[in-house]
């Protein structure tokens, strides 16, 4: 029969008859006697609270919204009085709700004073159920898990009666007689509200919503774990690239994954994923930043789907979506920098026994889906110390969120828990930096969606809010980073930018450097800094400067470093010093005028770098006059430079002494000492002094002094110095001498020395000419000098 209701009954006061229970502020009530169906669930208690904002009757606890209730919500009534009673179904009938067919049984009615004394009626009639509200209540709001289902609007103060019957399954509610899928089976709701399956769906296939089973799957990867599509873990612990898709029978295509690491050498990400179409041999790359490239080219993509090669490419702010699609099959990847969704539609009958790769056979280990391609070196397991600033229990507590409200809406589609191994797995060993706290959510949240043909986006609503994370975005959205940095977010701001990857940054950090040792090239000097360590350090390496504040740095968009030089041509404000055994060309970089800033309130750069001119070492070597030339080698750091001494018999000094030259006495002699690699803008060399003995060693006697502090011996008549200190060479002669009394050989010993030009004037002062005594002290005295000899044999 079809379900009545009952005539109303006057009311004196909150009363519903006499004896019906008056009670002030909220309260319990025990309605097991008569309970209520709710959309489809039965409720044997009704919790009354009222607030400033609402009066609320809910079945699972009291009014409060992020615990996303079955709530009935009226306007807040004046005075926090109510009453409540129990009618039988032998009630007056005042009219029927035609969509209602089971028996009344009988109802509870609750009294409460709104504005006026109104009644709400919950009408038993089994496994459907109605709803009288009486007078002008206004609008309600009918909750179920917190979502608002209807919205019930009386003004007529006859009052008016709802249907508050459907069916619910799997978190959701359905209304009678609509059809509907879930994970394994077909159902619909039928006349009487109950849930009715039509079909059940095999392995790995969906219900299509019209008594079809399709084969539907999913496959989640995510930080370094792949879920598939049994919902199966695989963590990936090193850097390779691993098979997680393959139907040649089918699409032809198969889908790659690329896995680096971040921060910790220990702990790898999802960094890219490859589609690769079998038939043209072509990839199609989904990379970092949105980026998404045909073979080398970088394609530009919006929301309007493109087709390259058979597939279908998208960009829009949540990421990019590839799909490819033969008969009645479809794969669809899509991946927003930190996640790729892999779903699989089909006629399951046409496809192998099982879907290859990570993604579609549990039974496939690692190693099995470890591409060939993978990068030389990407197997090699680092270790990692602990991280201290990871709190194991808070992270779990957090995964944990998933076996909770509101995610319990998609327990019955997918279970969560190779999302918490994942979630948990991770986050105690890599910091919640990144968005990386919600990334896990996010993806049971979309996996949820995607294993559902029917699903509900207003099921899961308000989840974020609840667990502190943002709408969906793709992390990094066209920010490009070089091959061995990625997208981060700074930790001062939130904002993004390229930091290194942590294999590639550990010499340098290890270090407690930010770049590359100084490289001394030929008459300059440069250092190359990380661009991707300054940018970790907060630094915008465009601010910083050399000490000539005209001189920045240039970025190689390929390396990612930034080089500072100076040369030659320009110092760039370099300083020269020097020591007892080098010259010293120092500059530094800073931030821009940091020098003169008296307080600072952002992080200081200040980087010294410098090259140097080591003096030549002391060197003797005895040579007859047939072979008069001493060639000495000279290295310091990457500057080289070749010094050597050699005799010529004429002033143009183009015929050297040779074998076979014979230098007779009082013939005159004109000795060269000149450098190569040096740069003359930069340095000069000064022959300090010159003396001739009769053997080998230097400080035997008789000695002759040729020169001395750089100037010719004033009473030798036939000896004349020329281009001492002016360049990378200087010469002097003399006519040729033999000692008293002896018919030996005569040694020839030179001390020379570099002199930095920069400021100075490196040629030696000589009174009286070239032949005069010096008149002061040389500049470069207290510096160690070159030895340099050469002998002659009568």
């Given at each position: ?173 359905y209304k009678r007689g609509q059809v509907f899928a879930d994970r394994d089976s077909c159902s619909f709701c039928n006349d009487s509200a109950v849930v009715v399956i039509t079909r059940k769906c095999g392995n790995m296939e969906r219900c299509q919503g019209n008594g079809i089973c399709m084969l539907d799957t999913s496959c989640t990867v995510t930080g370094p774990n792949i879920i598939d599509v049994n919902n199966n873990v695989h963590i990936v612990k090193d850097r390779c690239a691993y ?222 809010s609840q667990a502190g994370c943002s709408p969906p975005q793709a992390f990094c959205q066209d920010r490009i980073c070089g091959g061995h940095e990625f997208c981060a977010e700074k930790t001062d701001g939130g904002e993004i930018g390229c930091f290194c990857r942590a294999i590639f940054a550990s010499p340098y950090t290890s270090a407690g450097t930010l770049g590359d040792p100084t490289v001394c090239g030929p008459n300059s000097a440069s250092v190359s800094l990380l661009g991707c360590l ?153 022959t300090d002094s010159c003396w001739a003995t009769s053997e080998a060693s230097p400080a035997r006697n008789p000695r002759y002094d040729l020169i001395t502090n750089g100037c010719g011996n004033p009473n030798d008549k036939t000896l004349k110095v020329e281009g001492n200190g002016l360049g990378t060479s200087n010469h002097f002669s003399f006519n040729m001498f033999q000692f008293s009394r002896t018919s030996g050989d005569v040694y020839l010993h030179c001390k020379v020395k570099l002199c ?39």
């Open positions: 029969m079809l379900c009545l209701l009952r005539c109303l009954c006057a009311l004196i006061g909150l009363a519903v008859s006499s004896g019906a229970p008056v009670i002030n502020g909220s309260s319990v009530l025990n309605i097991s006697s008569m309970p209520i169906t709710y959309y489809g669930k039965k409720y044997e208690q009704v919790y009354v609270s009222f607030t400033n904002d609402h009066t609320t009757f809910c079945f699972d606890g009291y009014y409060d919204p992020p615990t996303r209730q079955d709530c009935i919500v009226a306007a807040p009534a004046a005075v926090t009085l109510f009453a409540y009673q129990f009618i039988p179904a032998t009630s007056t009938v005042l009219k029927a709700i035609p969509s209602i067919t089971s028996a009344f049984v009988g109802e509870v009615v609750i009294s409460v004073k709104l504005d006026t004394v109104h009644r709400f009626e919950f009408l038993n009639c089994g496994t459907e159920a109605g709803l009288f509200l009486d007078g002008p209540v206004g609008l309600v709001d009918l909750l179920v898990n917190g979502i608002t289902v209807d919205t019930l609007k009386v003004n007529s103060t006859e009052g008016a009666v709802f249907d508050i019957s459907g069916c619910r399954h799997s978190g959701f509610v098979s997680l898709l393959s139907t040649p029978s089918v699409l032809d295509f198969h889908v790659l994954a690329n896995f680096r690491e971040r921060r910790h050498k220990d702990v790898s990400f999802l960094d890219s994923v490859t589609l690769r179409l079998g038939g043209s041999g072509v990839d199609i790359h989904l990379e970092q930043g949105g980026r998404v490239r045909l073979d080398d080219t970088v394609l530009s993509l919006d929301s309007l789907a493109q087709t390259f090669h058979g597939v279908e490419l998208s960009k829009d702010p949540t990421g990019v979506t590839a799909t490819r699609s033969v008969s009645n099959h479809t794969i669809s990847v899509f991946f927003d920098g930190n996640t790729a969704q892999i779903i699989f539609k089909g006629d399951g009958a046409a496809v192998d026994a099982s879907l290859d790769g990570l993604c579609g056979n549990s039974r496939m280990s690692l190693s099995d889906a470890l591409l060939e391609e993978s990068a030389s070196g990407c197997a090699v397991l680092h270790s990692g110390a602990a991280d201290s600033t990871i709190n194991c229990s808070m992270v779990t507590e957090r995964c944990n969120l998933l076996k909770e409200v509101p995610f319990t809406v998609c327990h019955n589609l997918i279970g969560p828990e190779p999302y918490i191994i994942a979630c948990v797995e991770t986050l105690c060993r890599y910091p919640a930096v990144d968005a990386l706290n919600c990334q896990f959510l996010e993806a049971y949240a979309a996996a949820c969606s995607l294993n559902s043909s029917t699903y509900r986006t207003d099921a899961l609503e308000g989840w974020r300054l940018e970790e350090e907060g630094i915008d390496y465009s601010s910083l400067r050399l000490k000539d504040q005209t001189c920045t740095g240039h970025m190689d968009e390929l390396t990612g470093k930034v080089t500072f030089r100076f040369n030659s041509s320009n110092s760039c404000g370099t300083e020269v010093t020097a020591n007892n055994s080098q010259i010293i060309y120092k500059n530094t970089i800073a931030t821009q005028n940091s020098s003169s800033d008296v307080i600072i309130h952002r992080e200081q750069v200040y980087i010294d770098f410098s090259c140097v001119y080591t003096q030549p070492e002391i060197k003797s070597e005895a040579l007859t006059v047939l072979d008069s030339s001493v060639i000495q080698h000279v290295m310091s750091g990457s500057w080289n430079y070749t010094l050597s001494m050699k005799a010529y018999t004429d002033a143009g000094r183009t015929r050297a002494v040779q074998l076979g030259t014979h230098v007779k006495l009082d013939q005159k002699i004109w000795v060269e000492l000149k450098t190569d690699g040096l740069e003359g803008s930069l340095v000069a060399v000064v930095p030009k920069l400021n100075q004037d490196c040629s030696p002062s000589c009174s009286g000419g070239v032949r005069g005594r010096r008149s002061s002290r040389p500049k470069y005295e207290d510096e160690a000098t070159a030895f340099i000899t050469m002998a002659w044999t009568n």
